[in-house]
Every structure is written in C-alpha cells, then in structure tokens.
C-alpha cells in the first residue's frame, strides 16, 4: 500500500521558519513529480510549488523568494523551507506525488495535510 505523510507543521512565530516534509511509503517502483500544496482558512487550495525526480523546481510567483523546495530521492521525501512566514502563511499544507505502482499503473497520491499557524 502506498502512503503520502507530511510531517513538521506546528505553530511558528511570525517572522519565523520552518520545514515541512513529504515522505511517500510502500511499494512502488519510483516517485516522479511531488507538489505542495496549501489550503488557508476559509480559501480554496492553491499550488505553491513543485520538484520533478530530476530537481527541477517550480513555484507560484508569490511566493517564490521564501519558499524552497527540495528533495532526497533516496528516502523518497520532499521538503518545503519556509521563511519569514506571516499570518497569511497559516494553512494546512498538502503534498501529492505522481507514483509508478507498477508498470503502466501511474496515480497521484495526496497525504493528509499538516497545519502550519503562525502567531505574532
């Protein structure tokens, strides 16, 4: 069974860092594309970024400068690096992850979601 599992969300203080991980699980021949992305309170979600299993990196404009996305294939997590976050920064944050189960069998997996809330 594949799993998606964020990990490192809690409360920060404005102006703060902080760094989320995405890990995905199970048994499945490799984990190509994995995304965040983050619902704010009251708001739809919205894309913030993404990382090919080559590297290669993708942001919302926005927030490009203080966001950074990066990866280990080897352990199959992603991770995102927040910095000087701000209340508008507080959401629960989600990744997903395009999965070869097995071969021809391509699905995107969504992990539950870490809440992230900033305090001044």
């Known amino acids: 069974q594949v799993q998606v599992v964020e990990s490192g969300g809690g409360l920060v203080q404005f102006g703060g860092s902080l760094r989320l991980s995405c890990a995905a699980s199970g048994r499945f021949i490799r984990a190509t594309t994995m995304r965040w992305v983050r619902q704010r309170p009251g708001k739809q979600r919205e894309w913030v970024g993404s990382i090919t299993l080559e590297g290669e990196t993708d942001y919302e404009p926005d927030w490009k400068g203080r966001f950074a996305i990066s990866r280990d294939n080897t352990q199959n997590t992603m991770y995102l690096q927040m910095h000087n976050l701000g209340p508008e920064d507080t959401a629960v944050y989600y990744c997903?992850?395009?999965?070869?189960?097995?071969?021809?069998?391509?699905?995107?997996?969504w992990g539950q979601g870490t809440q992230v809330t900033v305090f001044s």
């Open positions: 997903n992850a395009d999965i070869l189960v097995r071969a021809g069998n391509w699905t995107t997996f």
